[in-house]
């Protein structure tokens, strides 16, 4: 996969998900602003990727469903590289709560963020795509709770089924602009956060059909391809990477 001199924007990257496809990125040649909304995390995240692969990862610490933030994300793309290439919108909150007390705070805070943020990014990356008349790629970051329902995970799951709605309809507005769009669908994953149970992997591994849950490297495999030129022709879809879990839908 080609992407040397590219330039990236990933949202929510100080660790995990988003900070292994930021790494596979650098290593690959792209420009890359790494987003969290820790300051600290983002920039110790980003001068690793630079130590480690030698290209440049430029850390932006700020909340990635404020809208001047989201412009200013691009514009920083654009005056390293001269140019925006990729968005990946993976920044997301998860707030559990049961549905019958779950507060309007949280539910709102849950679609600003998981919502709002991956809209108003992908509009403002696509104002900067248009003008630049050579096309893009962008990727949103949705879960299978989009797809099968949890328990205490109302929001969290229509807020993930509704980013692959909004890749499916950007298709109409986005493909004349030679812009393609796709979401991944991460199930379970092996992250800092998911490690801090000491059961999760043991879990996950006796109800996922592959036999263990996904590492941050199977979800950033799949998001790199889905943004190289080999995948171009792939637009409005959704890939569910977890080891066939949907598929059977065991609960953990």
Known sequence: MSFNKKSAIVTG??????????????????IVVLNDIDATLAGEAAARIMQESGGQCIAM????????????????AVSVAGRLDIVVANAGITLFGDFFTYSPDAFFRVMQVNLGGSFFLAQAAA????????????????????????????????????LEMLARNLVIELSPFKINVNTVAPGATLTERTLEDVEYAQTWSNITPMGRPATVADIASTALFLVSDQAKHITGQTIVVDGGWICISPSP
């Open 13 to 30: 990257a100080g660790k995990g998900i988003g900070y292994e496809i930021c790494r596979q990125l650098a290593k690959e040649g792209v």
């Open 61 to 76: 610490g700020g909340d990635s469903s404020d809208l001047t933030f989201i412009q200013q994300m691009v514009d920083k």
């Open 127 to 162: 104002r900067q795509m248009k003008l630049q008349s050579a096309g893009g790629s962008m990727l949103f970051t949705s879960s299978v709770t989009g797809h099968q329902a949890h328990k205490d995970l109302a929001a969290y799951g229509m807020s993930k089924a509704a």
